[in-house]
């Protein structure tokens, strides 16, 4: 290869993000002539999920995605099916109901934007088929082997009903290895209970250890094999990382497996994986179980294990911070099962950042219990609509510096305790009883800012 050509090729991979994003994020010349608010084809947030939906683009070590620059994006290759993903979200494949649909029309632009939106939310599985179809493609009809020739909903199609050639899966089957129940263990992953029913297995901390772990007991996300559908064990993504940023992940599996293994690891074909700080507790097939009727009526021993640990599970951001919104969370669901005392005493001892909201349409009058206190490094506790009463130990929050308790229509009284809270700032009580008492030593400090807001001083 001449010099010159070498030196293109490599003008080319270097700049090939700086031509994706001025083709598809900035507007064209005579677009902006036309209109000078004019927008490109899509933002550079969802350039980038495309791009990095490619399981054949590379990025450095540690790479965060999400927080990354345009500049930051110079050090990624992008695969080579990003050109394709780009030209199909940009481009739909009509349907024959948009083909009768005026294109000018309000129902055809309402039909494009909903298959934009489906086509994103659909990014993990596009990134599995493509994955699948680089491993097969040698063995298809020739006509299906050039991904451009190919129309997502054809791709879907390949990975659905693709059969390997009989000899070819006799070959595979030699090989494939019986796991025995010591599968269960693997380094990154730890079994904190066996019982009689269930083994509950705890992967944590953001490293290529526990990442193989999820990646392992989810079984490689080899769905079609007898193993998980999970996201977090897709080999060389990014998911398991979104994750276990916020909390661990807990893998349950039962002792009996009935005889049903996923073909890849051995393990028990039915198994379940629980994130409690997005609130996400999902079977193999990757749909939301209910947690509550699960650990109920099929796993009670669970029940009473995950007390303490579903508890030290809903602290995000480094285990500080836990955020509640009553009932549809986490949180709502340990409440739901344990009840609101045993919530405040098994939290965290050392949260610094605490809310809890109450969405439903049942009214809740709670009486704050005195494990309130407990939290000594508290900075901002967060209280709306849901109680009628503080405990006194609120004067242990030395800490505390932000208190809000907007809409508590049955709270009567702040506790004398609070004027002792030397770091306390700021105090909402909007919505609240408008006749609430305030210790006098605290009034006295506070600046009224109009709408329940108070500055302390």
Known sequence: MRFTSVLK?????????????????????????????????????????????????????????????????????????????????????????????????KEFKNAIKSYRELYLEDLFKMTEQLQFFEKVKQYLPENQRDINKLTPAQLKDIFANFKLPEKKQKELEKKQAKKTREGLKHAGGDIIFEGSDWVLIKV??????????????????????????????APGLTWFERYIKDGPLYVVFPQNDNGQVGKRTGLPEERYQFHFPSSQFMDRHDRQIDLVKFLNEKAPELKEFFRGEFAKGLATKGGKKVEIVYPNSSAGKY?????????????????????????????IALDVPETLGRFKSLDALVLQ????????????????????????????????????????????????????????????????????????M
Not at 16 to 42: C, H, I, W
């Open 9 to 105: 090729k490599l003008i080319v991979e270097n700049s090939r993000f700086k031509v994706l994003y001025d083709k598809m994020v900035t507007p064209s010349q005579k677009a902006l002539e036309k209109n000078p608010k004019a927008k490109g084809l899509m933002t550079f947030d969802i350039l980038k999920r495309i791009i990095f939906a490619d399981p054949d683009t590379k990025a450095p070590e540690n790479f965060d995605i999400d927080g990354a620059s345009i500049d930051d994006m110079d050090k990624v290759k992008v695969g080579k099916f990003t050109q394709w993903m780009l030209k199909n979200f940009a481009v739909p494949t009509m349907t024959d109901e948009m083909k009768a649909l005026d294109p000018q029309s």
């Open 335 to 363: 409440v739901a099962l344990y009840g609101f005392d045993d919530l405040f005493a098994n939290l965290p001892t050392d949260i610094e950042h605490l809310m809890i909201n109450n969405t439903s349409q049942t009214p």
């Open 385 to 456: 609509n849901i109680c009628k009463s503080l405990p006194d130990s609120i004067g242990n929050l030395k800490e505390l510096s932000f208190l809000s308790l907007p809409d508590n229509k049955q709270l009567v009284s702040l506790p004398e305790s609070i004027n002792g809270l030397e770091n306390l700032s700021f105090v909402n009580l909007k919505g609240s009883n408008p006749n609430i008492k305030i210790p006098e030593v605290l009034k006295e400090k506070m600046m009224d800012q109009g709408d329940g807001f108070y500055y302390v």
């Open 204 to 233: 944590e901390g953001n490293n290529p250890t526990s990442k193989d772990a999820a990646i392992y007991y989810g079984g490689y996300k080899d769905y079609r094999e007898g193993e998980s559908d999970w996201c977090t064990s």
